[in-house]
C-alpha cells in the first residue's frame, strides 16, 4: 500500500537548496534593464540635443530619421511617448532646458516662447498629434 503524502504548497515553489550569497550577488550582477528602459535611459541623454535641433527648425521625421540611421528606431508614437515621459520627469526633478539664443528657461507649460527657439511644450504637442 503506497502513502500520498502532500507537500504543502510553499514547499513546491522553494528552490531546493539555497543559493550562496556569492551566488546571488553574481546573478543580480548579470541582470540586464530590459530594452524599453534601455531605450528610455538613451533617449533622456539625448533629449537636450533633440529640444535644440527643434528649436533649430529641425522636424520630427528629421531627428526620427537620424536616430534610426544610428541603431535606435522609434515609431512616430513610441517617440512621442518618450517625450512626454522626458518632461514629466525633468519637471518633477525641476530641471530645465534653455534657449540658447536668449538664455530664457523652456517650460512644458510655455507655447508662446520666442518664436526662434521651441519650447518644450512644443514636444508635448508631438504627442496631441499622435494620439488624437
Request: some cysteine; glycine content about 4%.
Amino acid at each position: 500500500m503506497s502513502t500520498n503524502i502532500e507537500q504543502p504548497q510553499n514547499m513546491a515553489a522553494m528552490p531546493k537548496s539555497m543559493a550562496t550569497a556569492d551566488e546571488m550577488i553574481a546573478a543580480l550582477e548579470a541582470l540586464k534593464p530590459d530594452p524599453d528602459t534601455v531605450r528610455a535611459m538613451l533617449f533622456g541623454q539625448l533629449f537636450p540635443i533633440i529640444v535644440r535641433k527643434r528649436a533649430e527648425n529641425c522636424s520630427d521625421q528629421q531627428i526620427l530619421a537620424c536616430l534610426a540611421n544610428l541603431g535606435l528606431p522609434l515609431h512616430t508614437k513610441t517617440y512621442a511617448k518618450l517625450c512626454t515621459a522626458e518632461l514629466k520627469a525633468r519637471d518633477e526633478r525641476g530641471e530645465r532646458i534653455y534657449c540658447e539664443k536668449c538664455g530664457h528657461p523652456l517650460h512644458a507649460k510655455e507655447p508662446h516662447h520666442a518664436e526662434e527657439s521651441a519650447s518644450l511644450a512644443d514636444m508635448a504637442d508631438i504627442n496631441a498629434e499622435v494620439v488624437s
